[in-house]
Nanobody, 114 residues
Framework: VQLQASGGGLAQTGGSLRLSCVAS????????MGWYRQATGRQRELVAT???????QYLDSVEGRFAVSRDNVAMAAYLQMSGLKLEDTATYYC?????????WGQGTLVTVSS
């Protein structure tokens, strides 16, 4: 599975961005789609996940501001980011995780400025 992430860019504090992660094949059988981020000088952290049944989990600091979704027909996962803060600046990565495999997309840079 190849994943193509897009949608990053420059946003002001309080603004919104929508990230997309399009897969090369069906994600119907992918149990978990997730978004991670890595800021300069920091470890990669889990931002949000969504299971094939639609169960979602979020990093505490983005709860209520970000929303993860998936569209199996479109073979894609999304991360709607609102109320952006300076500390949301990072490269965002999507991940598809099965029991035995993990696939990563290339990163898409999100920069939040005041």
């Amino acid at each position: 599975v190849q994943l193509q992430a897009s949608g990053g860019g420059l946003a002001q504090t309080g603004g919104s961005l929508r990230l997309s992660c399009v897969a090369s094949t069906s994600i119907n059988s992918i149990p978990i789609m997730g978004w991670y981020r890595q800021a300069t000088g920091r470890q990669r952290e889990l931002v949000a996940t969504i299971t094939e049944t639609g169960y979602t989990q979020y990093l505490d600091s983005v709860e209520g501001r970000f929303a993860v979704s998936r569209d199996n027909v479109a073979m894609a996962a999304y991360l709607q980011m609102s109320g952006l803060k300076l500390e949301d600046t990072a490269t965002y990565y999507c991940r598809a995780r099965t029991t035995n495999f993990s696939y990563w997309g290339q990163g898409t840079l999100v920069t939040v400025s005041s």
